[in-house]
């Protein structure tokens, strides 16, 4: 319920500008998601970084995004969706420019974790604001158009981000968020309406926030990364801690769930859906693949292959283009036929893409031994993404739609965390191993058949336990 009845119309300037606000905003945050990955070699030889500088160069974005991003929601309906949006995009921006001054790995791990928390404001805000502003007769149409040009963005982001790359610097790449965000500002005073849980702020039912589910959820996230990452290190002492205090976190974070029962960030009836639980487990495996493969796929491409950051961009286009043209395919697809097929073969044809990966070495050919693995991994993730979105909105009763999508969305980063933190501690990359191309070689090899194996995992998960929805009967209410 907002504080008044939605009337934005699509024709309308006001539609329109509504409209152009949330894609720019949106498409900044998931263009960091897909660029850094790229510019890794380049500001890792300017900074000096070692491979645990890069993981949190990383890391530091995903895991402010996965602990508070429905936490950034519920701000947003209580004090106000353009005002919490605004704030975001304002966050955002100065975020990015102290990530384009960063003079050092310290500073520039920093100032992501602070563009993390900008886009956990920001990204349940561009969709909000459309959701609670425009007409029902023309919602469907603007959440589809916002969609449609977001995703465009995340093509269009490895080859943006290599051109800047090569024709300026890999700080370019914070620094364009800059220009955005202005117009962002601009287009949301002039024309996006304000909006609020209008019975929420009457019933107090959401006045308090749960801030300490959030902080819980950090603190686990957070300490299992640390000792993942520093491994390695030879802190044994501080390894053992971080992980101490993460196990203790995430404990206290599923009781302090319960207790709060629907006041919670994340209600823990919604697990009473077995359903909804695998497909979060589900979600984590193949993300996790995901985040493995685009972090190393970059920086061997550049440092073991000697490709530029631009090729490097155009190599991973495919992939997104496919994502792009063929999920809306995949979606109806899985609504005819159920989404236990598509949520099975998917990963078997991206796992397959990432085995044939493994023989790029040097002198490799983009069309022979590039392209084909790139492309069937494309394929594979494309069968998978619309599927599983659409089977985990099924498999709660409607009122918990959006914190069940919110939580997925926080498993797919948590996945991509993890598998950052992880992978080079499994595979032997430390220190500046990334520079060096025997050693990177072997751990790009090792790398992605860990991932090939996680997407197998969650193949088999798919065929055992993934059914189709059937109605809101059995979710949780």
Known sequence: MTAATPALRMGTAAGRGTLLAAILASGMVFLDSTVVNVALPRLGATLKASVADLQWTVNGYLLMLAAFVLLGGALG??????????????????????????????????????????????????????QASFHPDDRGRAIGTWSGLSGVSTALGPL???????????????????????????????????SRDVAASRTGAKR?????????????????????????????PAVLASVLVGVLAAV???????????????????FGSRLFSVLNVFTVLVYAALGGFTFFLAVYLQNGIGWSPLRTGLATLPMTVLLLVGSPRAGALSSRIGPRLPLTVGPVLAA???????????????????????????????????PLTTSVLAAVADRFAGVASGFNNAASRAGGLLAVAALPLLVGLSGTGYEQKATLAAAFRGAMLWCAGLLLLGAALAALLIHRPSGKGGAPS
């Open 77 to 130: 309906d209580r004090f106000g969706r353009r005002r919490v949006f605004l704030i975001g995009v304002a966050w955002f921006a100065a975020a990015s420019m102290l990530c384009g001054l960063s003079q050092g790995t310290g500073w520039l791990i920093v100032a992501r974790f602070l563009q993390g928390a900008g886009g956990a404001l920001l990204t349940p805000g561009s969709l909000s604001v459309l």
């Open 160 to 194: 943006l981000g290599g051109w800047l790359i090569d024709a300026l610097s890999w700080r370019w790449i914070f620094f364009i968020n800059l220009p955005l965000a202005v117009a962002v500002v601009l287009a949301a005073l002039r024309w996006v309406p304000e």
């Open 208 to 236: 308090r926030f749960d801030i300490v589910g959030a902080v819980l959820g950090a603190l686990g996230l957070g300490g299992v990364t640390y000792a993942l990452i520093d491994a390695r290190g030879g802190r044994i």
């Open 252 to 270: 206290l974070f599923v009781l302090v769930e319960r207790r709060r029962g629907e006041a919670a960030m994340l209600p823990t009836k919604l």
């Open 352 to 386: 397959a893409g990432l085995l044939l990966l493994r023989r790029v070495g040097p002198g490799a050919s983009y069309w022979v031994d590039v392209l084909p693995g790139v492309a069937l991994f494309g394929a594979g993730l494309t069968l998978v993404v619309a």
